[in-house]
């Protein structure tokens, strides 16, 4: 049977797989990457700012502070460049609508209701009751680098998703009804922020092989498409200039103490060597697209856009009752649900921090509680 990789590939996808794709995973529960294992696949804007490509590599394979990586299984850039991060489970989804679960689980034609809804299918406008149904067992996740403020989705990007959607839908035996944005999962999100008629264009693709992506799908913000900085030249040792201070600034922003000269010699090459050896990129020297490309994903530090459900402002701890107390034992999957914090709860509480590697002391705290929202 294909796997992910090998679907992606054949689809003419421009596809790069992170070392360990295959076994990394956020969390031990299952998670079936095959046809027939999951329900469909939820697309998200990263909400990063600037013109790199990927910046949001980093945090989307190895979390960040609260979440714990990798939150998505894939991840496509600017360039509409795909990284498949992992075929496991992943913190992208957290809790979300159960009336969207249902008519996906019954084939149900949905883009009238997310319409009504004006978006938000979680829709509490409609009188359903929501947003009880964990995602990440069920969804896939692809996040799409976009400021989510009115940058534009380049004609580049907007194919590579349409093509990347429609080839998990031919693979898992999906209609293009499979395919929802994060804000149409729940109320809590507003990812992601294209508003073109997604589905439509993945339902033409299926339809038709030879369909290309129509003008009209770019969607044009206020935000110029990235280019190619020309600070991208390639940078080796002997090499003196801007460019160099560029790269020694760069370097020095993260943590490498080198003199901006602008000259390549000796320390600089050590500095370049390290900062490869340790992003597993081909370690030469050289600093070429790869080596700059990591070198400014590792340089702005985005937040995704994953908000937690509030925190009810104090501590739940052995003794606590009441609604929220009902809520943590759902997530921690208490056997017993009764708005009660006793042993049982507090146990299952420090089993959790243990697997999110957090302090193990049994209280849920504002970190836990994040954790336990994008659980
Ligand atoms: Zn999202």
């Keep these: 049977m294909a796997n992910v990789l090998e679907v992606l590939q054949a689809a003419g996808l421009d596809v790069e797989a992170e070392p360990g794709w295959e076994t990394r995973r956020a969390s031990r529960y299952s998670f079936d990457p095959n046809p027939g294992g999951t329900l469909g696949m939820i697309v998200h804007h990263t909400a990063s700012g600037g013109s790199a490509d990927m910046p949001c590599r980093n945090i989307c394979v190895n979390g960040r502070a609260g979440l714990s990586g990798p939150l998505v299984q894939l991840l496509m850039g600017r360039s509409g460049r795909v990284l498949l991060i992992s075929q496991n489970r992943c913190n992208h989804a957290g809790r979300g609508s159960s009336e969207v679960k249902k008519d996906l689980e019954a084939g149900r034609d949905i883009t009238a209701e997310f319409d ?216 921690l999957g208490v056997r017993l649900i009764d708005g009660v914090f006793g042993k049982n709860t507090e146990r299952a509480t420090k089993q959790f921090q243990e697997r999110r590697r957090l302090s193990k002391d049994g209280r849920i705290g504002p970190k836990t509680w994040s954790a336990l929202t994008n659980n």
């Design 116 to 331: 009504a809804g004006q978006g938000a299918y979680n829709a509490k406008a409609l009188g359903r009751g929501n947003d009880f149904k964990s995602g990440n067992r069920v969804y896939w996740g692809l996040e799409v680098e976009n400021s989510g403020t009115g940058e534009e989705y380049s004609q580049a990007q907007v194919k590579a998703l349409v093509k990347l959607c429609a080839a998990m839908c031919a693979w898992q035996g999906w209609d293009h009804n499979r395919i929802i944005h994060h804000r149409e999962h729940t109320s809590r999100k507003i990812d992601m922020s294209y508003t073109g008629p997604l589905r439509e264009y993945i339902q033409k693709a299926l339809a038709n092989q030879r369909w290309q992506v129509p003008k009209s799908a770019v969607q044009t913000g206020k935000t110029a498409s990235p280019k190619t900085s020309d600070a991208s030249a390639t940078l080796r040792k002997g090499d003196k200039g801007d460019h160099v201070v560029t790269l020694q600034k760069a370097l020095n922003s993260i943590g490498y103490k080198i003199s901006v000269d602008g000259s390549f010699q000796a320390t600089t090459h050590l500095a370049v060597r390290r900062f490869q050896r340790k992003n597993r990129l081909t370690v030469d020297g050289i600093v070429g697209k790869q080596t700059w490309s990591r070198l400014r994903a590792k340089q702005t530090r985005p937040v995704v856009t994953t908000e937690a459900r509030p925190y009810p402002g104090q501590v739940i701890k052995r003794g606590s009752r009441g609604p929220d107390v009902r809520w943590c034992q759902e997530h």
